[in-house]
């Protein structure tokens, strides 16, 4: 069987299909927790306005930003693949936590960027380290973390 390699609109969209699979379950099997798919600005073709993140997540007594990311490189996502970085921050800054949820295709496994690691800068760093983090061998392991 061939595999075909994928459109720049469609990176990304396997690991962001696996994270709400997860997102749906956990929806319906927990009443404190909700989510909310934001509306993709890339796939209105700019007819509306960029988006903080791909998912808005509230798991009792907390709310989140949820961005989902996919890299072939095993060690540093650039800053370039997070466009929003600065709204992040600003909703961070104003009590919204934000995780950025990275989907390493080369070694096939998940790594979380959590607030501390995305804004100890005052300016976002050219690239963040994805060496020496934990990692998990799926995004529901991932996420079971983040939200248990």
């Known amino acids: 069987m061939a595999t075909s390699r994928s459109s720049p609109a469609d990176r990304g969209k396997s690991a962001e299909a696996q994270v709400q699979k997860w997102l749906e379950a956990k929806s319906a099997s927990c009443l404190e927790f909700a989510y909310h798919r934001y509306p ?24 989140y930003n949820l961005e ?4 072939a490189n095993a060690h540093r996502l650039p800053r370039s693949k997070i466009s929003q970085w ?7 800054i104003a009590g919204k936590q934000a995780y950025v949820l990275v989907h390493r ?25 994805l060496s020496n983090r934990p990692w998990f ?3 529901a392991a991932a996420l079971e ?4």
């Open 105 to 129: 295709t080369a070694s096939n496994d998940w790594v979380i960027l959590d607030g501390a690691a995305l804004f100890n800068h005052e300016e976002a760093p050219a690239s963040f380290p």
């Open 86 to 92: 600065a709204t992040l921050r600003k909703f961070h």
């Open 137 to 139: 061998p799926s995004a």
């Open 40 to 63: 993709d600005s890339r796939s209105a073709r700019g007819v509306i306005a960029s988006q903080p993140a791909d998912f808005e997540v509230a798991h009792h007594p907390f709310a």
């Open 145 to 148: 973390s983040i939200f248990p």
């Open 68 to 71: 989902v990311k996919e890299t």
